[in-house]
């Protein structure tokens, strides 16, 4: 049970001490970029499902 202690002390030292966290603009900064990012990859995918789609549907049409 001692090893449990000394885990959790010691785990609570390096965040606290150790770990350099981002400031609150880089923060947003790495968000507005991971939304831009998301817009874009689901443009993608909504052309690639559309085309894909359209494309079925004609080749459902010849037959």
Known sequence: MAKVGTYIQESVD???NKVSWPTWSELQNSAVIVMIAS????LIIYV??????NLMKLIYDLF
């Open 14 to 16: 390096e965040l606290l």
């Open 39 to 42: 817009v874009i990859f689901a």
């Open 48 to 53: 690639m499902d559309t085309s894909f789609s």
